[in-house]
Each structure stands twice: as structure tokens, then as C-alpha cells.
């Protein structure tokens, strides 16, 4: 059963006190259903993606959830990447569980601080004593990478195009926002520029231009000494999946936007949904147009938004909504979504005008 | 594992720090406590309740309220209960919680009950169970927070 | 509900206060094995994983359920709807499995309290810090302003409160993986010191460390397996603040409106249209036992006001629904997996395997869960009968 995109709305901004979350979660919802056309009596189901220690509250889909208008419906929160909680709408879709869904995800880096944040989710025992954080395992994995042939050209190259692609990206953080220190031998271009961001889907099985052509996703050990370093494997098998279903080759879509916590892990995604051989996703990042038009990281990023932000620009894309970074004669995307830890689990939606 | 083998534990600690945005509708509610002694409400144009504490939008109507008005100074105790247990972090027991309809809401705001007499729990149970009529109480110095507020049963209640 | 699957594996740890030799990953992994053993199945056999867990400030771990991912290679994808968790799990595996992009699905949740020293601050987190934050409202107050509620309302007497408590303990001698075992009288919870009026300390739950898994499976996946089919599910979310609750026409503070709103979706979908005749046994989230007055209504068991008459029936007229057959989440609460542990223990009921508290010749079988101040409310139906 074909799944379908009826509204998107997203807002990246930075400590805008006229707002509290759940007044910014209402702004992009609302935003959302007024652009699918549809009525919040057609809604039956509201999926989320959010974190409690992002939103500074345990539990904090009490307060969130109604300004997602979970009110009286059938909603569900995953603490989970934005982009995994569209794939669990799209199941109940198709399950015939519901009929319309709302999908949101949210992330107020303003609120908190997600340094501290991210050296929680190493275990007590055997990480976190060493006090790792998530842009330490990217700092590692680029230190394996970015060794080869013409790469630190390409890198410098890569770094230049996504400051610049952020920087003629309507919807990206112009003022405001901050970043994280980086780890040798990560630079400051490779960081992601923290800020608020809500983003809002209306899916359903009713046909609209955009239908959503496949989805996969996949999962890797906890362990990052388990994991292959070189590759993203989770994120391989997710697009591999994804892109079966869809009839597509990677190398095929229109517009890509992969989801990396560093613009490292970006251009490891590349290779890993097939956009570019392996050893060559820097190179890609650095001359593909369709790689990351949006500016990714660079435009704004906050847990667990991140995949689906990832889906939302690709959405603007296929629409011919994206405005100054937009590409022409898209009609497939793919966009990805990592979760913690590092990437640990990955979703790919494959997306097509219909 | 053997019988011998020690068992570790790793002492840990979660300390977060946070920023909240309490945002302009509770900034100006507040703004209205500290200034004017006064508790607003919002009202949503779709089922036309009154929304108290005042709030940008309705969740059930999912619209965004229009006018702001005043509500109370009484209100009808809905429903309460005497906290007799020491919690760390909160206050001294016993105290007395309550949600209030005051006048003129149509949600109850939740509060502290002072000035009852809490000597024999069970007699000021059966009083609170006849949903007393209540007045709210302003400190000297409102600071523009919730605890500006507490309520009071009035002379009549 | 459009497709048709049941429980075909349950898998549990024991409840208690804290699993001090095994790790986070150590108790996912044993119920996880457990369910497995018990459907007769290999981790190759499953299509996708998903995790529930509650607050991570409990287990002090971030993303714990990250840390135990086994058979990789698999969709995995973690919920957290706070008290509902378990149940908000099961049913997202529910919908992998009945999208068609899962043939069998492995459901778990973890609840890692035991590591926590300030569980009850954390807790108390959950209320909005811009309106809540200074007051005493923690999950107790929040149950002790419903209970008084309901005896103002209904016409409930204290004695009511520590009767159904003691209801709780006495199943839960009959379950070995309960956290509580003690015998305890009305009169011996009525004697236990008043936390919040009218709520005393016996009629409030544990805090208990555990794991509960659920494999799911489509019907023809199911092969000569035991199942418990699942005939309904249902899941409503309510308005957050309690304060919006009383004056509504949708329903009271004490009216339950999203769990009469998800029994009345499950029990269509299951064909139930007598709760008293057709369940033959509920197990509810009721982590205060006052709470269980507002669940009589909401799930069809009889009018509001005639709630304290329905509780009295329950010790006397043995063709009702047995309640809390293993003990109820006041014998054993371990918060992220409390929900999935109902169902866990309605599919046993249904299958036949709860051995000493067993219920007899149990056809049809509720479980329910609440998160929130009972702001999320999910309704499962399970039945020997496949469904149509």
C-alpha cells in the first residue's frame, strides 16, 4: 500500500524566547496540517521523535505530545531519529492501523547541552569513564579516512560547498546556534551547527505528488571497536533495503540527503548508500550537487531530529519548493536518518514524484 | 561466572542543566500576577473554553486562543489531597494540594491550600470533600511566578 | 486492526528491586532469550526489534537499550511513552508485523530503576517546570487527588482502597516472579502510614528493576506454536495538564476518557460487547490501587456509580473477570515494562502456561496500560480464537 506525503513544515531557529517547545511544537505541526489542506478531524495518528534529556524533562511527551495534536488520538513518541519514527507511521499506515498520520520531531539545542548529552549514552562500565562522546568515534573514523588520495582537497572543497549551500538555504540557522569543539582531526567546517528545530509530516494512503517509493533500515553492534569503521554498514543494508523496494540504484536518485552527525560521517554515507564508491564519498560531497543541497549539518542540527529533516528537504525538493538550493528535474530522492550511538541504527526513505 | 566473582558497582551521576523558555503567553501571564494581582485566561475561538493558565493555543481544538481574560479571585475547590509523607525536594508535610476552577475558567488550576487546620487529617479531609469555595492569596512581593499564588478558604467556605 | 498475529513467545525476568549481578544488556538479552525459547525460535527468525524504554534518568544510561543489540542487521527502534512504554512497544511491533515488512517481530522492555538512588525526583520531573515545578506533585499526589475525587464522586471509602491492594498481594503469591510476596490484610494496609490522603503506603506500588519480552507473530508464522491472538489494540493520548480534565463534556478527571476511548476501538475490533461475560480475566495498569475504580467504567464493566458495588462483586460472584491474576503492577512495577508485562501476563492466561495463577479455562483475556497522569491510555484484547 502506497504511503504518501500531504504536508511539511519545518523551523530551524535559535533560543527565540517568545516561544516555549511546545509553542514552536505547535507552530511547525499546525504549519504542517494547514499545507496538507486536511482538517485535524481527518487525523487519527501522531508519531514523534523525541528525547527526554533534549527536552530537559522525563517523559516529556506529557506536555509535547497534545501540541503535536496527539489529543484523543492514537499516538506514540519513539526517543528515537526523526527518521526511524516516519518509517513506524508508515508501518501503521500500511498496516491499515490509521489512516492519516502526523509524523513531528523536535530538538531545542538552545535548551540543552548536547555535549553532556551525548557522553551519556556511553555505558558506565567500559566508555564512559573515558569520557567519549559521539564526536570523538566520528573524530576516530575520520582519522582512518581522510588519509587517501586527493582527499584533504576534497575535503577543504566539501567544507566550502556546505557553508555555502547553508548559506543560500532560506530554511538554514543564519544567526544564532553554536558548535561543539571538535576532536583532532575534525576542523570547525566539519561540525554541526546546533540549533532548535522542529519538523512536521502528513503522511497517508491518499495519492498526493510525492509517494514514498521505499524504506529500510538496519542496526549495528553497540560496541564501536565491533563495528566496521570504515563503512557505515547499518546504513548499507538500510538503503540496500530501501532502494530494492523502490526499483532504484543508488547512483540513480536526483537528490540525496544523508544524515551524519559530521560532515565526515556525511561523506561516509555517501559511499554507504551507494552515491559514491567506496573511498570516493568525500570526493562526492565535495562536486555533487545532489549531495546535501540543503547544507546539511551545516544548516542546523539537533537530536533526534535529524533524519527527518533529512526527509523534509528532500521533500521541498521533489515539490520544487526548495528555493535557492534547489535542483531541477528532481524525481527520486533518498534521505537517511542516523540514531545514536554514532550511528548505531540508520533508516533510508526513497522518495518519488508521482 | 563463578560464586567468587566480585560484583562491581560504578557509582554514577546525572546532572543535567537546562534552559527553559517558559515563551510570551506564560511570560505575560506572569507579567499579570506580578503587576496587576490579576490570573488570566485564555479562550479558544473553536470551543470557546476558557484556558487557564492562559496559553497560546488549545490542544484540543488545536487552534491558536484569541482574547485574554481575567478569571477568579474565587473558585470552587474541585478536588485535593493532604500530602502527610516527607518527599525530598518539597515542602514540609502536611501540606495541602488542590485543583480550583476559579470563576469565569473552565480548567482548574493546581495550587496550595493554606490555612487549615491539618491536627486531625481526617476532619480536614471531610471538609475539602464538600468542595469548599476559595479565594486566591497574593505574597507581599510577587516575584512573577506560580508560587505568587496560593489559595485560602473564604470565610464563607 | 487488519491483520491477524498472535504471542506465540513470552520471556520475563523476575521483578525486584535490583538485579544487582546483571548488566542493562544481561536483562534484555534474558528476556529476550526466554521469548525466543519459548515461540522455539532463533534470532534469525526475526524481522525487526523494538525497544521500550522509559526515562533514561531511571537507568542513568543513555540510549540504554542501544547496548544490547543483538542480530544485527535489523530495523530497531526504541519507544519511550513514559508508563505505557511496554504497550506502546508491543503495538509498534504490532504494526511492523502487520504492515507486512515483519513476518515475526521481538518486542522488549527494560526498566533499570535499580540504579537509580532519587527514582522519586525523577519522577517528579515529568511536570512542567514552568507552572508545576514548586508544588508536591509527584505520581502519588497524582493518584491521591483522583482517589479523593472518586469518593466524593462515587460514593469510595477508604477500606475500598486497601481491599483491592490486598487483592494484589495475595494473587501475587501464586506468581514467583512478582517483587512482593506478603500476605497482606485490608487492616494491615490501612495501618501502613499515609503517604497522601487517602492514599496509604500499601496501596502505592514498588519500584522494581526487570525485563519482559514478546515475540509476535503473523498467522502463518505461527505453525503449530501456542498462540495468544491478538484480537484488539487501541491506543488514545489525552491532554496533558489534569487541571484541563474536570470541566470537559468529553469527560472528568476520574472518567478515564482515553482508556474507555481505546476499550471501546480494542473490543470492536475483538468482538467484545459484554465485558463482564466476554473477558475472563484483566490485567490492569494500576499502579495505586485506587486507580483500578476509574478502569470499572472505562472498560465497560459497569456504570460509574455503580463502581463500589462492582468491587464488592468481585469477591463473591466468580463468573466476573478475574482482576490482576499475577498481582498487578503493585506486586511488581517496573515502569518501562509494566504495560508489555500485562500483556505478557494476559497472553499466558490465554495460552495456559501461568501455572499457579492460572485462571481457569480463560478464553478471552484484557490488558491495559496508562502513562502519564493517566494522559496515555492503550486497551490490548487477547483470545484463544483466531480472529475472523
Known amino acids: 500500500m502506497p504511503i504518501y506525503i500531504e504536508g511539511v513544515a519545518l523551523e530551524i531557529s535559535f533560543a527565540d524566547a517568545r516561544r516555549n517547545l511546545s509553542e514552536l511544537i505547535f507552530d511547525t505541526v499546525r504549519a504542517s496540517v494547514d499545507d496538507s489542506g486536511r482538517e485535524m478531524g481527518e487525523i487519527d495518528s501522531v508519531v514523534l521523535a523525541a528525547h527526554d534529556l533534549v527536552d530537559g524533562r522525563s517523559l516529556s511527551s506529557m506536555v509535547s505530545a497534545p501540541a503535536a495534536g496527539a489529543y484523543l488520538r492514537d499516538e506514540i513518541r519513539f526517543s528515537d531519529d526523526g527518521a526511524a519514527a516516519f518509517a513506524a507511521a508508515m508501518t501503521r499506515l500500511e498496516a491499515g492501523d490509521n489512516q492519516r498520520s502526523i509524523v513531528a520531531a523536535w530538538g531545542r539545542s538552545s535548551e540543552h547541552d548536547p555535549d553532556a548529552f551525548s557522553r551519556a549514552l556511553f555505558d558506565p562500565c567500559m566508555t564512559r569513564p573515558l569520557g567519549l562522546d559521539e564526536f570523538m568515534l566520528s573524530a576516530m573514523r575520520a582519522q582512518l579516512c581522510l588519509g587517501g588520495d586527493g582527499v584533504p582537497e576534497a575535503h577543504e572543497r566539501a567544507v566550502t560547498r556546505r557553508g555555502d549551500a547553508a548559506g543560500r538555504n532560506p530554511r538554514a540557522l543564519q544567526a544564532g546556534g553554536f558548535t561543539s569543539a571538535p576532536h583532532f582531526p575534525l576542523a570547525a567546517g566539519d561540525m554541526p551547527l546546533w540549533a532548535d528545530i522542529t519538523v512536521s509530516m502528513v503522511l497517508s494512503t491518499q495519492p498526493t505528488a510525492i509517494r514514498v517509493a521505499g524504506m529500510g533500515q538496519s542496526s549495528e553492534p553497540y560496541l564501536f571497536g565491533d563495528r566496521p569503521l570504515r563503512t557505515i554498514r547499518s546504513l548499507s543494508e538500510a538503503a540496500d533495503r530501501a532502494l530494492t523496494e523502490a526499483g532504484v540504484p543508488g547512483s540513480a536518485v536526483d537528490v540525496a540527503e544523508v544524515d551524519g552527525l559530521t560532515l565526515i560521517d556525511e561523506a561516509l554515507g555517501l559511499e554507504a548508500v551507494g552515491l559514491a564508491a567506496p573511498g570516493e564519498g568525500m570526493l562526492r560531497l565535495a562536486d555533487d550537487p545532489r549531495a546535501n543541497p540543503s547544507g546539511g549539518g551545516a544548516s542546523g542540527y539537533s537530536r533526534p531530529t535529524m533524519g527527518l529533516l533529512r526527509i523534509a528537504e528532500a521533500v521541498l525538493q521533489l515539490r520544487g519548493q526548495a528555493g535557492p538550493v534547489q535542483l531541477d528535474g528532481v524525481r527520486t530522492a533518498l534521505a537517511s536518518g542516523s540514531s545514536t550511538v554514532a550511528g548505531q541504527t540508520q533508516t533510508v526513505i526513497v522518495l518519488e514524484a508521482a | ?157 | 486492526m487488519k491483520s491477524r498475529m498472535a504471542v506465540v513467545g513470552v520471556g520475563q525476568t523476575s521483578y525486584k528491586r535490583a538485579h544487582t549481578e546483571l548488566s542493562s544488556a544481561d536483562m534484555i538479552w534474558e528476556a529476550a532469550e526466554k521469548a525466543l525459547d519459548d515461540a522455539a525460535m532463533d534470532i534469525s527468525a526475526i524481522d525487526a526489534i523494538v525497544m521500550g524504554v522509559a526515562p533514561d534518568a531511571l537507568a542513568g544510561e543513555n540510549g540504554v537499550e542501544k547496548t544490547a543489540i543483538f542480530g544485527a542487521g535489523k530495523p530497531y527502534v526504541r519507544v519511550n511513552t513514559g508508563g505505557v512504554t511496554g504497550s506502546s512497544a508491543a503495538f509498534a511491533g504490532a504494526s511492523y508485523v502487520g504492515s507486512g515488512r515483519a513476518k515475526v517481530a521481538l518486542v522488549i522492555s527494560l526498566e533499570r530503576m535499580g540504579q537509580a538512588t532519587t527514582s522519586q525526583q525523577v519522577f517528579n520531573t515529568i511536570f512542567d517546570p514552568v507552572y508545576e515545578k514548586d508544588f508536591p506533585l509527584t505520581t502519588i499526589t497524582m493518584a491521591a487527588l483522583r482517589a479523593s475525587m472518586l469518593m466524593r464522586v462515587y460514593g469510595y471509602r477508604e477500606r475500598d482502597w486497601a481491599e483491592i491492594a490486598s487483592r494484589n498481594y495475595r494473587s501475587a503469591l501464586k506468581n514467583p516472579l512478582a517483587h512482593i510476596h506478603k500476605d497482606l490484610s485490608p487492616e494491615d494496609i490501612l495501618e501502613s502510614p499515609m503517604l497522601a490522603w487517602p492514599i496509604h503506603r500499601f496501596e502505592a506500588c514498588p519500584m522494581s528493576e526487570g525485563a519482559c519480552a514478546l515475540v509476535l507473530a503473523e498467522e502463518n508464522s505461527v505453525g503449530d506454536r501456542n498462540p495468544a491472538w491478538l484480537q484488539g489494540m487501541a491506543s488514545t493520548s489525552d491532554a496533558y495538564a489534569m487541571g484541563d480534565r474536570f470541566h470537559r463534556p468529553e469527560g472528568s478527571l476520574v472518567d478515564l476518557l482515553s482508556l474507555r476511548r481505546s476499550a471501546e476501538r480494542a473490543y470492536a475490533d475483538a468482538g467484545v460487547t459484554d465485558a463482564r461475560k466476554d473477558i475472563d480475566a484483566v490485567e490492569l495498569y494500576t499502579a495505586f490501587s485506587s486507580a483500578e475504580a476509574m478502569t470499572y467504567p472505562a472498560l465497560g464493566f459497569c456504570e460509574p456509580e455503580d463502581g463500589p458495588r462492582f468491587l464488592q462483586e468481585q469477591f463473591t460472584d466468580l463468573s466476573l473477570p478475574a482482576f490482576n491474576p499475577s498481582g498487578g503492577p503493585q506486586a511488581a512495577n517496573p515502569v518501562s515494562a509494566t504495560a508489555m508485562v500485562r500483556i505478557a501476563e494476559a497472553a499466558l492466561q490465554v495460552r495456559g502456561m501461568a501455572g499457579e495463577r492460572q485462571v481457569p479455562d480463560v478464553r478471552r483475556a484484557v490488558a491495559t496500560g496508562q502513562g502519564g497522569a493517566t494522559q496515555f491510555s492503550t486497551v490490548c484484547v487477547l483470545g484463544t480464537e483466531r480472529p475472523e
Not at chain 2, 79 to 87: L, M, Q, V, W
Open chain 2, 1 to 157: 561466572m563463578t560464586d567468587t566473582t566480585e560484583l562491581i558497582t560504578i557509582p554514577g551521576n546525572w546532572n543535567f542543566d537546562y534552559t527553559y523558555f517558559a515563551g510570551e503567553a506564560a511570560s505575560r501571564f506572569f507579567a499579570a500576577l506580578k503587576e496587576s494581582q490579576q490570573i488570566m485566561g485564555a479562550r479558544c475561538p473553536s470551543c470557546q473554553r476558557v484556558l487557564v493558565p492562559a496559553r497560546s493555543f488549545c490542544d484540543a481544538c488545536f487552534k491558536r486562543t484569541t482574547d485574554w481574560v481575567p478569571v477568579g479571585p474565587e473558585g470552587t475547590l474541585e478536588t485535593f489531597t493532604i500530602i502527610t509523607a516527607a518527599f525530598p525536594g518539597l515542602p514540609k508535610p502536611p501540606v495541602v494540594i488542590a485543583y480550583v476552577t476559579l470563576d469565569g475558567a473552565d480548567t482548574a488550576l493546581v495550587n496550595m491550600v493554606n490555612g487549615l487546620d491539618l491536627t486531625d487529617i481526617g476532619a480536614a479531609a471531610a471538609k475539602l470533600q464538600g468542595q469548599p469555595r476559595v479565594r486566591v492569596k497574593f505574597v507581599d512581593e510577587p516575584e512573577g511566578r506560580i508560587t505568587d499564588i496560593s489559595f485560602e478558604l473564604t470565610p464563607a467556605g
